[in-house]
């Protein structure tokens, strides 16, 4: 009886190769947290002593040995800390940053619109935001296509891009 629960607890347990995954995982975090901002990293749940671990390897970044070690040790430190938590917040962060940058394509392509369309397109663009200027919105769009036409600078589709962010934030 005694063999057959000690079989079932090493089936319950992961394996080594497992354990050795889920190790190596958790030093590639550590990897990750080192080689973030002091900015990125404030917005995570991380303990005191995790960051100071963080900021060594950060100095010590030359050092080839000493900084392998400090990454060991960060992931040490991970291992007894809440991973979930720090990886939930990281995928948050990610997760944010992908709409920001859908956003941004999004009026690029307004903008791209705006410009090669002119009149034609501004109608989308006034029902999309009805409160928008549109006396200055026509003047960016010729502007920018005049300097699209000569070959200058597109300093005035910028000034347009600049105002389609802000009245879509508005």
Not at 68 to 93: C, F, N, V
Request: positive net charge; charged residues 30%; aromatic residues 4%.
């Amino acid at each position: 009886m005694s063999e057959d629960k000690t079989l079932m607890d090493d089936d319950l347990r992961p394996s080594k190769s497992e354990r050795k995954r889920e190790v190596l995982a958790l030093t590639d975090l550590g990897r990750q947290l080192v080689d973030m901002s002091p900015h990125e990293l404030a917005g995570l749940p991380i303990s005191s002593s995790l960051m100071e671990a963080i900021k060594l390897a950060q100095r010590v970044r030359n050092k080839h040995a000493a900084f392998k070690r400090q990454i060991q040790y960060i992931g040490k430190l991970i291992r007894s800390s809440d991973a979930q938590a720090i990886l939930d917040a990281m995928d948050a962060r990610q997760q944010a940053y992908l709409v920001e940058q859908k956003h941004f394509h999004a009026l690029e392509q307004w903008r791209d619109r705006l410009i090669s369309e002119g009149d034609a397109a501004l109608h989308d663009v006034l029902e999309q935001w009805p409160h928008i200027d549109r006396q200055h919105l026509r003047q960016l769009i010729r502007t920018a296509q005049k300097q699209a036409e000569t070959n200058k600078p597109p300093t005035a589709a910028r000034e347009l891009f600049k105002y389609l962010r802000e009245v879509s934030q508005a």
